[in-house]
């Protein structure tokens, strides 16, 4: 069991239907995960729970221990630098959304800190994206 602190940052790209090839071709990298609108998705036991509701496709690294989110941040959105203009172009042309994901699971009641300066909020801002914040907190021992 991990009982270090971890966060995780997706930068993810949503939409109702989307050529996922194309939005990889274009932004000249591949998605650590993608799905298209309709796929079935399928319990452990390979039984149809639903039907996907839209297209994703979505770039991430795997969880990391941190207590400082941009870290993972400006990791993830680094690789978007200099492809404002395909972003702009996809989403107008797709009618797509855009979702920094920001997952952290606490160990043992140490937080990360959670902050963005102004130069990521600037970005952020400039794509048209939206920010999501996923907490998990673990339960920790009391030093009684």
Known sequence: MNHSTRVKVSFNIYGDQFPLD??????????????????????GSDELI??????????????????????????????????????????????LIFRINIAIIIEEGITPALYFHEPLIRYVHSIG???????YANPYKDDE
């Not at 993608?34 to 796929?39: A, L, M, N, Q, R």
């Not at 039907?51 to 680094?78: A, F, G, K, M, P």
């Open 22 to 43: 194309m939005v990889s071709l274009r932004m000249e990298m591949s998605p650590s995960y993608s799905y298209s609108k309709g796929e079935p998705v399928y319990s």
């Open 50 to 95: 639903r039907y996907r509701e839209e297209t994703v496709w979505s770039y991430s690294h795997e969880y990391q221990e941190s207590l400082d989110v941009n870290e993972q941040l400006h990791e993830i959105l680094y690789l978007t630098k200099g492809k404002e203009h395909v972003l702009h172009s996809i989403k107008k042309e797709y009618s």
């Open 129 to 135: 994206a939206e920010i999501d914040v996923d907490l």
